[in-house]
């Protein structure tokens, strides 16, 4: 008896493993853990309150964790946005300007900051498991605190890859990426995480 007792328990704990394992918080944690670094294109597009597109802009993304991130936007305008030395810098070449702000305050205007490393997710949000649609399984993070700047940030995955991202501001507006060509496990230019305000640029830091 107790043998067979044993044979009935174990399809019984291999389904609550499996369960556990799929669980959005260990999904998370496994794309993060597989994708030390990472490179892809993207396509970002803004949408008003009424979910019309207000905007699209295209460029490249790389992601070095722990805590290093990079967008490099070409179209329409040029911009980059780049973690480095303790803060994230925002450089709109066109307009010559830079502003910098501490990482903590950066999340709701790069989501990329939850991706790196740098923050404590399930000391910060709730993740919540959105389920799957087109293709992608969708977790959603929610930030504990009301100084977020935002109302959550969706993180879309394709098997163990990133696919897309969505983040909707306290404004009703929301902005979705969608990432393609994505590589990870390579090996990044240490200067690509590097930043230094060019000379006569205007420059606005966070103190």
Known sequence: ?????????LPLLFLSLAQAETTPQSRL?????????????FTQVQLDESGRPRQESKGSFYLQRPGKF????TKPYRQQIVSSGGKV??????????TAKKLGQAVGSTPALLLSGEMALEDNFTIEDQ????????????????EGGFRYVLIGLEGDKLAGMELS???????RIYFANLRTGITLD????QFSPPAGVDVFEDK
């Open 70 to 73: 990079r967008w490099d936007y």
């Open 1 to 9: 008896m107790p043998a067979f007792r044993y044979l009935i328990a």
């Open 89 to 98: 810098w925002f450089y709109d070449v066109d307009l010559e300007q830079v």
């Open 190 to 193: 240490p200067k690509l995480f």
């Open 131 to 146: 389920g799957a649609e087109e293709g992608m399984y969708w977790i959603k993070l929610v930030p504990k605190s009301e």
């Open 29 to 41: 944690k496994n794309f993060l853990d597989s994708a030390r670094t990472l490179q892809a294109d």
């Open 169 to 175: 501001d306290n404004f009703g507006q929301l902005t």
